[in-house]
């Protein structure tokens, strides 16, 4: 029986999140990531056969544990409290992983997506999928249910959290609690007209 490895994916992850939030994607190279794991370069080559391959890895493995608790939380018929839940989520889901909201403010086309294999890209299609169905759900179900209409929908669970994360992420802040209140409050505003 072999020896279990010494360094995971998670680990090489963790340090190509942090590589990514101090100086973007050129930053997170092979070599950098097993050196910022504490591993030998040689180590990473055992969890990703190339940059990117764990380029891939690093926003995909991001962007599904983002959306876990923003789906989770709309739940399979989202309420009006349970979108402000989700809106507001995105800012504390940023507040609990300070490197990992600058990977996902970066936006995909920062990992090369073009470079991925046709497996990475069809993982994130399943991944991209599953956001665009729960919101695609809510814009179906609350505005009959409570008289907004499907924009006001998406501005509440996408572009106000998404607008307001961004201004303290771009200017190399962690968003503070106000912000999930802010979220919170204009979500209720625009869901509840």
């Known amino acids: 029986m072999g020896r279990p490895p010494a360094y995971t994916t998670a680990q090489f992850l963790d340090a190509a999140t942090a590589l990514f939030a101090g100086g973007g994607a050129r930053a997170v190279t ?82 090369s997506p073009a470079d ?20 695609k759900h809510a814009t179906a179900t609350l505005p009959s249910s409570v008289g907004c209409t499907a924009e006001d929908v998406v501005l509440a669970l996408v572009e106000v959290p998404r607008a307001v994360v961004h201004r303290y992420l771009s200017g190399g802040r962690t968003p503070p609690p106000k912000a999930a209140d802010l979220v919170a409050r204009s979500a209720r505003k625009l869901l509840r007209p």
């Open 30 to 111: 092979m070599a950098a990531t097993a050196k910022a794991a504490g591993a030998p370069n040689g180590s990473i080559y055992h969890r990703f056969a190339d940059r990117p391959e764990l380029l891939a890895a690093l926003w995909i493995t991001t962007l599904r544990d983002f959306q876990d608790d923003f789906i989770a939380l709309l739940g399979p018929a989202p309420s009006v409290d349970d979108a402000i839940a989700a809106a507001a989520s995105v800012v504390h889901w940023c507040r609990r992983h300070p490197a990992g909201a600058h990977v996902l403010d970066a936006g995909k086309q920062a990992f």
């Open 116 to 135: 991925w294999s046709p497996s990475a890209t069809a993982d994130l299609a399943r991944a991209e999928n599953e956001l665009k169905a729960a919101i």
